[in-house]
């Protein structure tokens, strides 16, 4: 008998960060063709900017082996960049890719060891900051190329009172938001990607989406069963936060039991800030609160070992 480990996978971190990579791609590329050049830029700046630091940190600040190659950095860059709106400055888009790997990535022991989603960490910090720019967003660029326009979110017109895009408009992305957050079914194409390749389950996704759709359609405006689910889970970020960020590795639960919780309390905690706060989103601090959680949640919900009993 060979000593342990006995089971050996072919996944590695750099696999499967570029299968997140590749998932983010249809993303990407709707934002960069619905807000134009501008958005490119921040996609790019966010992403070299987070390697950068990565490689600067690591080196010269820690004194530790270079990890750039794993991928981490650039995906945390790229999920950060897709959570920006398309005009943001750019300088402000490298406080945040700081703010992100080395605040909250590094200093905690690099990748593994931060307890918050550092893209998620970043652009709430960049909120709190910037909270002008971060809520300044631009309608779709017109089909004959035309300079963008200041615009609300779905999210925003329903806070508002005003008129609400069509489902189909939110389902494709033509409408104003976050870079990557917009065009549900370039998100909907990550996700399959990622169930294909094995990288997440649906159990996070699904769980989060459904609460935040039930909870939505319990908690109507003229009453109770009267909301209108489908518009909350297309609206704001609540797909690219159910599938490419509440599923992270490090700060999700293990258990099974753990992760309907965790699941669970993310929709519900959207469904709060949407329903009965003045920020039109919720998704980012919900997800946010919920890491914090994570460490509780594994305690409490691990399976007892067998032939001992549980100790909490």
């Known amino acids: 008998m060979s000593s342990s480990p006995h089971i050996r996978s072919e996944a590695t971190t750099q696999r499967i960060m570029l299968d997140v990579l590749i998932a983010l791609l249809p993303a990407s ?44 950095a650039a995906v945390t860059g790229l999920l950060l960049a897709l959570n ?36 998620l960490a970043a652009r709430a910090i960049l909120l709190v900051a910037y909270g002008t720019k971060m809520t300044f967003w631009t309608a779709p660029l017109s089909p004959q190329g035309a300079d963008a326009v200041s615009a609300a979110t779905p999210l925003g017109m329903l806070k508002e009172g005003g008129s609400l895009p069509s489902v189909l408009n939110m389902f494709l992305g033509q409408i104003g938001g976050s870079i990557g957050e917009t065009s549900a079914i370039a998100l909907l194409l990550g996700g399959v990607y990622l169930l294909a390749r094995g990288v997440i389950s649906w159990h996070i996704p699904v769980i989060y989406t459904g609460t935040v759709a039930l909870i939505a359609w319990v908690l109507g405006p003229t009453g109770m069963l009267t ?18 960020m509440a599923t992270d590795y490090t700060t999700s639960p293990m258990t099974r039991k753990g992760i309907v919780i965790y699941a669970v309390g993310c929709g519900v905690l959207t469904m709060l800030f949407r329903l009965y706060t003045n920020m039109p989103e919720g998704v980012s601090f919900a997800i946010l609160l919920m890491n914090i959680t994570v460490p509780i949640i594994d305690r409490y919900t691990a399976p007892r070992r067998f032939g001992g009993e549980l100790h909490v």
């Open 84 to 119: 920006l709106p398309p005009a943001f400055p750019l300088w402000m888009a490298v406080v945040g890719s700081f703010f992100a790997i080395v605040i909250v990535k590094q200093l905690f022991g690099g990748l593994g060891q931060n307890f918050v989603n550092p893209a």
């Open 29 to 72: 590329f709707a934002g960069i063709y619905f807000f134009g050049v501008r958005a490119a830029m921040v996609i790019a700046v966010t992403v070299i900017s987070s390697v950068a630091f990565e490689f600067i940190t690591r080196k010269y600040l820690l004194k530790r082996s270079n990890t750039i190659g794993d991928l981490s």
């Open 227 to 244: 909301g209108n689910p489908l518009f909350h889970v297309l609206a704001g970020g609540l797909l690219i936060g159910a599938i490419f």
